[in-house]
C-alpha cells in the first residue's frame, strides 16, 4: 500500500492573507509543516502542492517536494485531486498547510483505518477531538462533527451539533480536525461531483462526500494542535514552538 501526504497551500487567504509565509521561529509555517509532515516517517512520499510562485519557491528552496497547480480550484480536495491523477498510489492524506504542529499519532490512526479495513468499506477517515468549551461549541468558525456508534461521520455543521434539548452532562461534541486520508478512488470521484444544497449552505467540502453516500470512518484524537487561521492564532504557535 503506498500511502502520501499531500499539503495543499494557497497564498490567499480571507481571514489572514498569507498566512503560510508568516515567520514561525526562523521559517515560514508552510515549511514548518512539511517538516512536521516528513518527520512523522509515516509517508513514501510528502508534497505541497500549490498555486503561489512564492511558495513554491519556498519549498524548493528548503529541498522539499512541491508541485504547482495547473487549475484554479475552490478547495483543497479538488486540488489534490489533479496532483494525484497520474500518480500510482492507494492512499493520500491531505495535510492542512497551517498546522505546523500536526503530530504522528493522529496522522498514524487516519491510516491505520485503512490498513484494518479489509473489506475496503471506507472511502475516506479524518480526526475529531471533544471540545467542552461553550463559546467554541458555539463558534461557527469550529466545524462539529456527529458520528453513528461506529465513528462513520453523519454529519458535519457550523451550528451546535446535536442540539441539546435537556441541559445535561452527557452531550458529548465533537470538532471536526481538517486532516483527511482518502483512497484515492473516492478523491477523483470528488472533483466530478457538483456541490449539492447542504455543501453549500454549510461551507463544509467534507459534506460533498456524505451527500453523494460516501462513507467517513473519523478517529478520535486528544491533540488539538494550533491552526493559524488569524493572526492571534500565529502568537499563540509562535508561544508554544519555544
Known amino acids: 500500500m503506498k500511502i502520501i501526504a499531500m499539503i495543499p497551500a494557497r497564498y490567499a487567504a480571507s481571514r489572514f492573507p498569507a498566512k503560510l509565509m508568516q515567520d514561525l521561529s526562523g521559517k515560514p509555517v508552510i ?21 503561489s510562485e512564492v ?5 524548493e528552496d528548503e529541498g522539499g517536494k512541491v508541485l504547482m497547480s495547473k487549475k484554479e480550484h475552490d478547495c483543497g480536495s479538488d486540488r489534490i485531486a489533479e496532483a494525484v491523477a497520474d500518480m500510482e498510489v ?9 498546522e505546523p504542529f500536526t503530530d504522528r499519532e493522529s496522522l498514524a490512526g ?21 471540545i467542552g468549551d461553550e463559546e467554541e461549541i458555539k463558534n461557527p468558525n469550529t466545524v462539529k462533527v456527529i458520528v453513528d456508534n461506529r465513528n462513520f461521520a453523519l454529519y458535519f455543521s457550523r451550528s451546535p451539533i446535536p442540539y441539546p434539548r435537556a441541559k445535561d452532562d452527557y452531550t458529548i461534541y465533537y470538532k471536526h480536525k481538517g486532516i483527511y486520508a482518502f483512497r484515492k478512488r473516492a ?10 444544497q447542504l455543501e453549500a449552505t454549510e461551507k463544509i467540502e467534507a459534506i460533498r462526500y456524505l451527500e453523494y453516500g460516501k462513507k467517513i470512518k473519523m478517529v478520535e484524537t486528544i491533540v488539538t494542535g494550533i491552526e493559524i487561521d ?4 500565529l502568537e499563540r504557535a509562535k508561544a508554544a514552538w519555544k
Open 31 to 51: 515549511v514548518r509543516t512539511y517538516e512536521a509532515a516528513v518527520r512523522t516517517g509515516l509517508f513514501d512520499e510528502v508534497y505541497v502542492v500549490t498555486d
Open 55 to 59: 511558495i513554491y519557491q519556498t519549498i
Open 90 to 98: 492507494d492512499i493520500i492524506v491531505n495535510v492542512q498547510g497551517d
Open 110 to 130: 487516519v491510516i491505520e483505518v485503512f490498513k484494518s479495513d479489509t473489506e475496503k468499506e471506507i472511502d475516506l477517515a479524518s480526526l475529531m477531538v471533544r
Open 187 to 196: 478523491l477523483m470521484d470528488f472533483q466530478h461531483l457538483p456541490m449539492l
Open 230 to 233: 488569524t493572526p492571534e492564532d
